[in-house]
């Protein structure tokens, strides 16, 4: 079973950039699709990306498309979240995880919604 661990959050003005890394271990990082989640107070859990195994597929909520890519270190099984132009709205606890059946692109992960086990988070406030 794969294990998680999110770091880079922080506090940001409104507009700044952040970068996000989610390091992993415990199996074959490279066949297996990862994403990221996040989580604002008062609300559900939320799929913000995700990128397949070998880094060819991104899928994105349409709330962060544009803003927010995702990318992925196979050599040192990392994937990362750059958060560009960010706004207030992003301010949540965020998430990374990692899918429980390998080889599926990013898209399939996301619609199969079986999104795997996530980390502790780490927290991103944006300030107006």
């Known amino acids: 079973q794969v294990q998680v661990v999110e770091s880079g959050g922080g506090l940001v003005q409104a507009g700044g950039s952040l970068r996000l890394s989610c390091a992993a271990s415990g199996r074959t990082f490279s066949t297996y699709a990862m994403g990221w989640f996040r989580q604002a107070p008062g609300k559900e859990r939320e799929f913000v990306a995700a990128?397949?195994?070998?880094?060819?597929?991104?899928f994105y909520a349409d709330s962060v498309k544009g803003r927010f890519t995702i990318s992925r270190d196979n050599t040192k099984s990392t994937v990362n979240l750059q958060m560009n132009k960010l706004k207030p709205e992003d301010t949540a606890v965020y998430y990374c995880?990692?899918?429980?059946?390998?080889?599926?692109?990013?898209?399939?992960?996301?619609?199969?919604?079986?999104?795997?086990?996530y980390g502790q988070g780490t927290s991103v406030t944006v300030s107006s």
């Open positions: 990128i397949g195994g070998n880094g060819d597929s991104t």
């Open positions: 995880a990692a899918d429980r059946k390998p080889y599926y692109s990013a898209a399939s992960y996301y619609t199969r919604g079986d999104f795997g086990s």
